[in-house]
C-alpha cells in the first residue's frame, strides 16, 4: 500500500532533483575576457615565444557543437484522445470544474435516463439502473483495460477518478451498458499541483493531490493521492478510503509514445447491511436510535492495476488511433464479522489492443483482449475453481454514407475456459434530416457469461451453481430530439429488453438460479436549455418489469411497481470583475412520485439483485442547492444537500433498509498551481 507518507517524500525528492523549467540548448563556451586572474603560462613560453596580447588563446581551434544542440528541439504535441466509434462523447474535465460530485452514482443520480439506487455514504458500491440497464449488465474500461470485479462482476464507480479525468464516454444501444474513460495527460514547462480539498458538517472529508512535471523535453510523470472519508451517519456505516497512483509516460517519436501506470485503491468499510425497520412508511431518521442489522460487520477491498502500454498516431495534428496493454490487475476482498469471515484475491494478467482504420466514410475498430486469471489457493475458500482465462474479440465500425445518415454496428465474441461462450451483436441507425432534428434506432442481441461468483461461489450461505444458463438478452431503443438556439434540446427515449434465462439470486436458499424470460421497458423525456447567462432543464424517467410467467420470482418482478424518477435543475452564471472571475449559481431537484421496491444489496458478495425482501421504498423529493466560483486558478464550490430534509418528510430512501443522509452543507477548494 503507498502511503501518504511516502507520496509526501516522492513529491518533494522530484522538486528539488529535477529543474524547474525544460532543458535549453547550451550555448558553446566562450572564455571570458573580463577574467582579472593571472593566467597560467603558455606551453610556447618554454619554447621561447610568448605572446603578450593573448591573442594567440583565441587562434586555438574550439570543441564543435554537436549539431542536434545547435538546431532548435522540436515542439512535442502532447496527443489527443478520442471517441472510439460507436460511443458519445458524456463529460469532459471542463465540465468538472463546475460540478461537485465524488463519483459517477453521485453525477447520475441528477440525470436523465438514470434511476439511483445509493446506500448512503460516498464511497459505496452505488447502484444505478441506467436506460432500464440493471447493475449486472454494466461494464466499465479504463482506457480499454476492463475494471469490473474479476470474480464477481461488480463495479465500483469510486475507482474512477473523475478529477483527473479527460474524456468519459459510453456505449450506445449494446445489450449492456459500457462506459470508458481516459485520463487527462500533462505535457508541462512548469511544474504542476492540482489540489482538491472537501469537507461538510457531518465529517465526511476528501482530499485530492495530484503533482505532474516533465522530467525532460519527452518525459512526463504524474503522481496523484485521493483520501476520502464518510461516516455516513447512521452507526456502523462509516468509510475510509484511498486511491493512489504513479504514472510516467514519455514521447518515443512524434507518432509512439509510450506508458508505464500503478493505480491503487483501497475501501474499508463498515457493513451494517441495512438497517431494522419495521415500515419504511414511518421511519423516524433518528441515526442514534436505528437499530443495525449486523454489529460488528466489515468489508476491506483492495485493486491494484500495474500497466505497460503503448500509443500510435498517424502525426501529431491526428488523435490517438492505436494502443496496447500489458496488464496485471489484483482484486481483494474481505467480508468479515463475528461469525464468518469471507476473503478471495485474484491475480488477473492480461493484454489489450485495438486500431481505428479510416478508409473515406467507414471507420473501423477491431479489438483483442486476453486475460489469464489465478485464484491465491493459500486463502481461497470460497470460489470452487482455481484458475481460468478470458478470450474476446471484437469489432466496431461507423459508416457515414451521406451527411444526414450515419450507421454503426458492433460484435463481438467471448470464451472462457470453463467451457463459457457468449456474444454480442447489434447495429444504430442515425439520421439527422434537417440541422435541428435528429433521430436513432438501435437492436443489439446476445448472450452472457455468468460470472465466476455466479458459478463457483461456495459459502455457508451463498451458493452457486455451474450448470447456470447464459442468459440472452435482446435490446433495443429509439429516440427523438430536436433543438434549435438557446433549446439545447427536446427530446424523447424510449427502450426495452427482453431476458431469457435470468440469473437472480433467490432471496430464501440464497442460490443463484436462472428463473423465466422477463421484460424490461423504459422511457425518458427531457428539456434542456441554455444561454450564455442561464441553463434550465426538465426530464421524467420511468421503468417498470412485466412477465407473464406464473413463477414466484417472476410475478414478484411483474408486480414491483414503476420506477419513476423526474428531475429539474436551473443555474445562472456570469462573469463578474473584467472577466477575472466566473460564478455560477442553482439547484436540482428529484421527485419519485410512486412506491417501488428496489434491488436488492448483498454486501458479503458485493453484489446488486433485482430480487429483493425488502418492503418498497416510498416516495421521495430532494433539493441540492449548488454554487461554484473561478477566480483565476482558484475553484471555490458550495453544495447544500437535501435541503428540503425535514419539509414534508423526515427523510428518505433510494435502496430499502439504507436511509439517505439528512441536511448537511458541503464546501470544496480546488486549486492549481503553475510553479
Avoid: C
Avoid at 168 to 180: A, K
Avoid at 298 to 309: D, H, Y
Amino acid at each position: 500500500m503507498l502511503s501518504p507518507a511516502f507520496l509526501i517524500a516522492s513529491l518533494l525528492w522530484l522538486w528539488q532533483a529535477v529543474p524547474d523549467t525544460l532543458p535549453a540548448p547550451e550555448p558553446p563556451s566562450v572564455p571570458d575576457t573580463l577574467q582579472t586572474e593571472t593566467p597560467a603560462l603558455p606551453d610556447t613560453l618554454q619554447n621561447g615565444t610568448f605572446d603578450p596580447t593573448g591573442r594567440g588563446r583565441f587562434s586555438d581551434p574550439q570543441p564543435e557543437v554537436p549539431e542536434e544542440r545547435r538546431r532548435p528541439q522540436p515542439i512535442v504535441i502532447p496527443k489527443q484522445v478520442g471517441l472510439n466509434p460507436g460511443f458519445t462523447e458524456v463529460f469532459t474535465d471542463s465540465l468538472q470544474r463546475w460540478e461537485q460530485w465524488y463519483n459517477l452514482a453521485e453525477r447520475r443520480q441528477a440525470q436523465s435516463g438514470a434511476i439511483s439506487f445509493r446506500l448512503g455514504s460516498h464511497g459505496r458500491n452505488d447502484a444505478i439502473l441506467f436506460r432500464g440497464i440493471e447493475p449486472r449488465h454494466q461494464q466499465f474500461l479504463f482506457e480499454g483495460i476492463p475494471l469490473n470485479n474479476t470474480v464477481s462482476g461488480a463495479m465500483n464507480s469510486n475507482f474512477l477518478p473523475l478529477d483527473r479525468m479527460r474524456l468519459y464516454s459510453e456505449h450506445e444501444g449494446g445489450i449492456r451498458y459500457t462506459g470508458e474513460f481516459a485520463l487527462r495527460r500533462f505535457y508541462l514547462n512548469k511544474p504542476l499541483t492540482w489540489i482538491n480539498f472537501e469537507d461538510t458538517s457531518s465529517d465526511v472529508r476528501r482530499a485530492e493531490v495530484i503533482f505532474s512535471r516533465n522530467v525532460n523535453r519527452s518525459g512526463n510523470i504524474e503522481l496523484a493521492y485521493r483520501g476520502n472519508n464518510d461516516n455516513g451517519n447512521y452507526r456502523r456505516s462509516s468509510l475510509d478510503a484511498r486511491q493512489a497512483s504513479v504514472r510516467y509516460t514519455h514521447y518515443l517519436n512524434e507518432a509512439w509514445s509510450a506508458q508505464a501506470q500503478l493505480f491503487y485503491n483501497s475501501f474499508q468499510m463498515d457493513e451494517s447491511d441495512g438497517y431494522t425497520i419495521p415500515d419504511l412508511n414511518f421511519f423516524n431518521f433518528e441515526p442514534l436510535l436505528t437499530p443495525v442489522t449486523r454489529t460488528n460487520a466489515r468489508s476491506s477491498t483492495r485493486k491494484t492495476l500495474v500497466s505497460a502500454s503503448l500509443f500510435h498516431r498517424p502525426d501529431e495534428a491526428s488523435k490517438q488511433q492505436s494502443r496496447i496493454h500489458l496488464y496485471h490487475n489484483r482484486d481483494r476482498r474481505i467480508f468479515y464479522d463475528n461469525l464468518d469471515r469471507l476473503f478471495y484475491r485474484a491475480f488477473s494478467y492480461g493484454a489489450y489492443a485495438d486500431t481505428r482504420i479510416d478508409r473515406g466514410p467507414l471507420e473501423l475498430q477491431p479489438l483483442l483482449h486476453l486475460r489469464a486469471t489465478v485464484l491465491d489457493d493459500d486463502s481461497n475458500t470460497l470460489i470452487n475453481r482455481s484458475a481460468w482465462t478470458d478470450l474476446s474479440a471484437g469489432l466496431r465500425l461507423v459508416f457515414v454514407p451521406a451527411a444526414a445518415v450515419q450507421l454503426g454496428g458492433w460484435s463481438e465474441l467471448s470464451y472462457r475456459t470453463d467451457g463459457q461462450l457468449g456474444y454480442e451483436a447489434g447495429y444504430r441507425f442515425d439520421l439527422r434530416p434537417a440541422p435541428n432534428w435528429h433521430f436513432w434506432q438501435s437492436l443489439s442481441v446476445g448472450e452472457v457469461l455468468p460470472t465466476i461468483q455466479q458459478l463457483f461461489w461456495i459459502s455457508e450461505d451463498f451458493l452457486g451453481d455451474d450448470a447456470l444458463s447464459r442468459e440472452q438478452i435482446i435490446r433495443a431503443e429509439a429516440g427523438l430530439q430536436w433543438g434549435r438556439g438557446w433549446i439545447d434540446a427536446l427530446g424523447l427515449r424510449a427502450y426495452g429488453s427482453r431476458i431469457a434465462s435470468p440469473i437472480v439470486m433467490n432471496p430464501e436458499t440464497g442460490i443463484f438460479q436462472n428463473i423465466d424470460a422477463y421484460q424490461s421497458l423504459g422511457a425518458e423525456v427531457f428539456a434542456d436549455f441554455e444561454t450564455s447567462y442561464l441553463e434550465a432543464g426538465l426530464s421524467a424517467t420511468v421503468q417498470r418489469y412485466f412477465s407473464t410467467s406464473a413463477r414466484a420470482e417472476n410475478q414478484f418482478l411483474d408486480q414491483s411497481g414503476v420506477r419513476n424518477t423526474n428531475r429539474a435543475y436551473f443555474y445562472l452564471k456570469n462573469y463578474f470583475l473584467n472577466f477575472a472571475t466566473y460564478a455560477k449559481i442553482g439547484g436540482v431537484f428529484t421527485f419519485s412520485p410512486n412506491a417501488f421496491h428496489s434491488p436488492a444489496y448483498y454486501p458479503e458478495l458485493d453484489y446488486w439483485d433485482p430480487l429483493t425482501p425488502d418492503q418498497p421504498i416510498p416516495a421521495y423529493y430532494r433539493f441540492d442547492l449548488e454554487a461554484s466560483a473561478r477566480v483565476r486558478m482558484l475553484m471555490v464550490q458550495f453544495r447544500y444537500e437535501n435541503l428540503l430534509d425535514g419539509l414534508g418528510q423526515l427523510g428518505y430512501f433510494e435502496t430499502a433498509r439504507y436511509p439517505m443522509p439528512p441536511r448537511r452543507f458541503r464546501i470544496a477548494i480546488r486549486w492549481i498551481i503553475r510553479n
